[in-house]
Nanobody
């Protein structure tokens, strides 16, 4: 059974940084799979933030390019999202996603950017 556990959300002032982590269990570390981070703000649809493939190819939403960095540690089966220069509009619940056969979601972690 595949399980994803997220950590690292919280409250931060505008311009600050946070690092999210998401660790998977129940999959083979050497397998091919794609990680993604999504977010959902109140009253809005869930949107893609960033993705990273097994080979390290990345893709970012225009709204976070140059501020967020997605990375992965294959041996630990973990994905990270380094978020810098945070803005109030980045406030949302952030979800990690793993595409491994089917799609799997983390439980979500709240990120609040406010002074």
């Amino acid at each position: 059974q595949v399980q994803l556990v997220e950590s690292g959300g919280g409250l931060v002032q505008p311009g600050g940084s946070l690092r999210l982590s998401c660790a998977a269990s129940g999959i083979i570390a050497s397998a091919y799979y794609t990680w993604g981070w999504y977010r959902q703000a109140p009253g809005k649809q869930r949107e893609l933030v960033a993705t990273i493939t097994t080979g390290g190819n990345t893709n970012y939403a225009d709204s976070v390019k140059g501020r967020f960095t997605i990375s992965r540690h294959n041996a630990k089966i973990t994905v990270y999202l380094q978020m810098n220069s945070l803005k109030p509009e980045d406030t949302a619940v952030y979800y990690c996603n793993l595409v491994y056969g089917g799609g799997y979601w983390g439980q979500g972690t709240q990120v609040t950017v406010s002074s």
